[in-house]
Nanobody
Framework: QVQLVESGGGSVQTGGSLRLSCAASEDAVKRDCLGWSRQAPGKEREEVATISPGGNSTNYADSVKGRFTVSQDNTTNTVYLHMSSLKPEDTAMYYC??????????????????WGQGTQVTVSS
């Protein structure tokens, strides 16, 4: 079972940028579809970005499209989420996870799991 460890969260002002990292065990980035999700207090988890095995294809939720970029380093088994033009509504705990059902597309509409412990992002106005 793949293990995922997120890092890189912090507090920024509106319009700022952050880069989140997700260290994956084994060769998950080459083998699995990985995704970033977020959950704010009192709200449902939202999948915001996905990246296909090997990193050739990405997909984004409308709420972050044009502001967030997902990438990966196949040599270090690390997935990144580059976040720019941050808004207060981006404040949440961010998690990376693995697509649970291989026959589903590697998009934000699919189901993900095996989340790490998460990393907190706080955007102040």
């Amino acid at each position: 079972q793949v293990q995922l460890v997120e890092s890189g969260g912090g507090s920024v002002q509106t319009g700022g940028s952050l880069r989140l990292s997700c260290a994956a065990s084994e060769d998950a980035v080459k083998r699995d579809c990985l995704g970033w999700s977020r959950q704010a207090p009192g709200k449902e988890r939202e999948e915001v970005a996905t990246i296909s095995p090997g990193g050739n294809s990405t997909n984004y939720a409308d709420s972050v499209k044009g502001r967030f970029t997902v990438s990966q380093d196949n040599t270090t088994n690390t997935v990144y989420l580059h976040m720019s033009s941050l808004k207060p509504e981006d404040t949440a705990m961010y998690y990376c996870g693995v697509r649970l059902f291989a026959w589903t597309p590697c998009t934000v509409a699919s189901v993900f799991g095996y989340w790490g412990q998460g990393t907190q992002v706080t955007v102040s106005s």
